[in-house]
T-cell receptor, first 112, second 116 residues
Framework: QKEVEQDPGPLSVPEGAIVSLNCTYS??????FMWYRQYSRKGPELLMY????GNKEDGRFTAQVDKSSKYISLFIRDSQPSDSATYLC????????????FGAGTRLFVKA | GAVVSQHPSWVICKSGTSVKIECRSL??????MFWYRQFPKQSLMLMAT?????????EQGVEKDKFLINHASLTLSTLTVTSAHPEDSSFYIC????????????FGSGTQLSVL
């Protein structure tokens, strides 16, 4: 079993839709939960990070962490074609020297 | 946010040659940098952790003699793929953390290596 599971997609939605991206994990020691966006043939960029459980909102993006279920989500409201990219969840904790573990990434296509 | 510059963006080389990839932190000092490899439609695979002034720490299965890492200053880490072969063709990316807990990683733009 992988430490972090993420459906690779692809996920195709119409412009304006609400997108839900999710990851599950197995290591209860994870404390930091991140979402990165990666455009094709580019390095990932940090979208959001959350410490422990709870919600965090930034513009059209909302990150949720449910540590009891070992489940994290990223919601994108009013999705735009420019949101088309691969979204990687990532997490780290104070075991293993805060080594960041990445999910496989979900490819998202937002159709105009 | 912090900027990490990676060069070159792409390189084509003949089998048996060596290729050097540079990763620079432009507006902050990075005592640690990470090097990843990414195959098409797959996630990032951590290859090694580069530590300024000391030896790099390699992940299991990564050949340290093939992937030479040097972190000679607080703003520069280099990855040299020695005696490259077609199976080394991949997308290589570096990153630097914003702090000791790595919750913010700043990535370079990546280097596409093609070995003929």
């Amino acid at each position: 079993q992988k430490e972090v599971e993420q459906d690779p997609g692809p996920l195709s939605v119409p412009e304006g839709a609400i997108v839900s991206l999710n990851c599950t994990y197995s290591n209860s020691a994870f404390q930091y939960f991140m979402w990165y966006r990666q455009y094709s043939r580019k390095g990932p960029e940090l979208l959001m990070y959350t410490y422990s459980s709870g919600n965090k909102e930034d513009g059209r993006f909302t990150a949720q962490v449910d540590k009891s279920s070992k489940y994290i989500s990223l919601f994108i409201r009013d999705s735009q074609p420019s949101d088309s990219a691969t979204y990687l969840c990532a997490m780290s904790g104070n075991t293993g020297g805060f080594k960041t573990i990445f999910g496989a990434g979900t490819r998202l296509f937002v159709k105009a | 946010g912090a900027v990490v510059s990676q060069h070159p963006s792409w390189v084509i080389c003949k089998s048996g040659t060596s290729v050097k990839i540079e990763c620079r932190s432009l507006d902050f000092q990075a005592t640690t940098m990470f090097w990843y490899r990414q195959f098409p439609k797959q996630s990032l695979m951590l290859m090694a952790t580069s530590n300024e002034g000391s030896k790099a720490t390699y992940e299991q299965g990564v050949e340290k003699d093939k992937f030479l890492i040097n972190h000679a200053s607080l703003t520069l880490s280099t990855l040299t793929v020695t005696s490259a072969h077609p199976e080394d063709s991949s997308f290589y990316i570096c990153s630097a953390p914003d702090g000791p807990t790595n919750e913010k990683l700043f990535f370079g733009s990546g280097t596409q290596l093609s070995v003929l």
